[in-house]
């Protein structure tokens, strides 16, 4: 994405601001650097072996005062005036939950609808309600030009009008954990049409390319990678966020139900009903963190027999 390329309602007026302080600040820079290699021959020892005190200039004094002060006043004006634009969304702004966890994203959309990376339509305000089920998160979309802080147990929002069609990067800004630099999503901007007819549709989300695996990683490992799964279980017993998936099928645990707590044996129809519902059901001894994922019907049957397979090595 090119440096100035708009692809949002802000990233015009941040570019702008951001390009006329950098010019303004390389500018005093090179003043400062001049006057200092000026002063420094023009009052060298070697020029004035007898030194000599200035006292009282107050012209320069007014000069040197009012200048930076007014140049501070012009970045301020301009910046708060961004901001305050950022501050204030439509009424009419499509509202999606953004829900950040160690080290992952969800998204929930007015129809309850979850997705693991987030879909918006073209040319229509889009307000993001953020929140943190962990630690402090940065929400950040660099071609966008936003970013917010997502502080736990607090609400937060962003919003922007995306101008592009395409996939731009989501980032964490905030070093949450070991696996901070794996917190990756994509805002998917698409055609106002396609999007009504992917919102208005039973599918989880638009038929998306199957990841590509690592080497030496199995197609359904990418998977699991991609959905960010594996930010929270392991697949050798190594004990992490989540239950490792290693021996997890047909082995009992504790886990809290809505209606108590009881001991389960994991089958298939506990994996699908966690995997679809998280909240309906948590083993004990863990954070009850674990997000909706979005998958198809294909997806949740190759990894519930991948987790079997696990299970019976």
């Not at 501070?72 to 901001?83: E, N």
Request: charged share 20%; proline share 8%; with cysteine.
């Amino acid at each position: 994405m090119p440096f100035l390329a708009q692809a949002s309602s802000f990233s015009g007026s941040v570019d702008r601001v951001f390009l006329a302080s950098l010019a303004l600040c390389t500018a005093v820079l090179l003043l400062v650097t001049f006057f200092i290699v000026y002063f420094s021959i023009r009052y060298s020892r070697k020029r004035n072996p007898e030194p000599v005190d200035i006292h009282d200039n107050t012209p320069l004094e007014i000069v040197w005062t009012v200048v930076p002060l007014a140049l501070f006043l012009i970045m301020f004006y301009y910046g708060w005036t961004d901001f305050r634009t950022m501050r204030n969304p439509p009424p009419d702004a499509m509202v999606v939950s953004v829900t950040a966890r160690q080290w992952a994203w969800s998204f929930q959309y007015p129809n309850g609808k979850r997705t693991d990376e987030l879909y918006i339509p073209l040319a229509r305000p889009v307000k993001l309600i953020t929140q943190s089920l962990d630690v402090i998160h940065g929400f950040y979309v660099p071609a966008f030009r936003v970013k917010v802080d997502v502080v736990p147990g607090k609400s937060n929002f962003v919003w922007f009008t995306p101008w592009l069609l395409g996939d731009f990067d989501i980032q964490c800004t905030v070093i949450c954990g070991v696996d901070h630099s794996a917190m990756l999503s994509k805002a998917r901007v698409m055609p106002e049409a396609d999007f009504k007819k992917w919102y208005f549709s039973d599918a989880a989300a638009p038929e998306l390319a199957a990841p590509a695996p690592a080497p030496g990683e199995a197609p359904v490992e990418a998977l699991l990678r991609a959905k960010a799964c594996l930010a929270c279980h392991s697949l050798d017993g190594a004990a992490m966020v989540g239950p490792t998936f290693k021996g997890l099928y047909g082995s009992r645990h504790a886990v809290h139900f809505k209606d108590g707590t009881r001991e389960v044996t994991v089958d298939e129809e506990f994996l699908r009903r966690v995997i679809r519902d998280p909240s309906s059901a948590v083993a004990a001894g863990y954070p009850p963190v674990m997000p909706p994922a979005a998958l198809s019907e294909r997806e949740l049957a190759e990894i519930v027999a991948y987790i079997k397979s696990l299970g019976l090595r």
